[in-house]
């Protein structure tokens, strides 16, 4: 059964860098299409970035695109969401999820796997 467990959320003040981790366990990476999605407070969960199980391509919500960088390591079976230059509006708990075989969809009914989620909090 395929596990996922993130890590590297916190408290950082807006044009700061965070770093999230995404371990996979009871699978590969290199199988997987990974994503990462994002909820904020009375919203709803929307898609941030992923990366086909193939390695390319990777794919970007708008808002995020030039700040964000989704990576996979194939050795550690770890994916990463390298944040820079966070904003207040990307204050969410970012959830890590996997499709066996997957385009990387943006649509999160696509994904069997998740997360519990990491809290990212952007003070301005």
């Known amino acids: 059964q395929v596990q996922l467990v993130e890590s590297g959320g916190g408290l950082v003040q807006a044009g700061a860098s965070l770093r999230l981790a995404c371990v996979l366990s009871?699978?590969?990476?290199?199988?997987?299409?990974m994503a990462w999605f994002r909820q904020a407070p009375g919203k709803e969960r929307e898609f941030v970035a992923s990366i086909k199980w193939s390695g390319i391509p990777t794919t970007y919500t708008e808002s995020v695109k030039g700040r964000f960088t989704i990576s996979r390591d194939i050795a550690k079976n770890i994916v990463y969401l390298q944040m820079d230059s966070l904003k207040p509006e990307d204050t969410a708990v970012y959830y890590c999820?996997?499709?066996?075989w997957g385009s990387g969809t943006r649509n999160f009914n696509a994904y069997n796997y998740w997360g519990q989620g990491t809290q990212v909090i952007v003070s301005s």
């Open positions: 999820s996997a499709e066996r």
């Open positions: 009871g699978g590969t990476v290199d199988t997987h299409a």
